[in-house]
């Protein structure tokens, strides 16, 4: 994987590159600079968040609908989802601080099919103490799947958190082959939060 060169890269012109495509019925939006993909969207997140993304990181840049641009990208994503690959290999270019691109280059060295601690992360980037803080770089991964941060978990095994992404997380981790626990909270009908949600 090539490296972003730092947030400063985001705010110069030039163009970035876009589309929507489908995997398995479901929607995906992807942009990408130059050097690769730099933002994917999973189904079911706001169309706007990801256009205000992009608005943020590039202010000056034309953003221009390539849909052609992100053939091997988008058959790379539908592979993995049907099973059928264990590797992504399209250029990528995270935009993060200096911090984040360490722990999502690590990230990007665990195995398909394999987990790894929050902590552990920490402790081979050298901070062991950095728990939290790998854990704030894990939620901010502009590139999920491509970088495959549902890969990171608790040091039970678990998934942290609540929200949307935690069904997704577990729905990844299962297509690899992985049963992770969840961390669930009771709903007031008592079923658990996220038990039902997977891949929209």
Known sequence: MEEA???AAAVQGGEVRWCAFEALARSFRVAATERGA?????PGEDAGE???WLARRFPRARLLEDPG???PLSSAVRAYLAGEARVLAVPLDPIGSPFQRAV???VRRIPFGTTVAYGEIARRLGAPQASRAVGAAVAANPLPILLPTHRVVGSDGSIPGYGP???IKVELLRLEGIAPR????ATPSGSPAGA???LP
């Open 69 to 71: 641009a992100f053939a």
């Open 104 to 106: 999502w280059e690590e």
């Open 182 to 185: 969840s961390r669930r909270r």
């Open 38 to 42: 730099c933002r994917l969207s999973l």
């Open 165 to 167: 992404a935690v069904p």
């Open 50 to 52: 990801f256009f205000r």
């Open 5 to 7: 060169s730092g947030p």
């Open 196 to 198: 039902e949600g997977v």
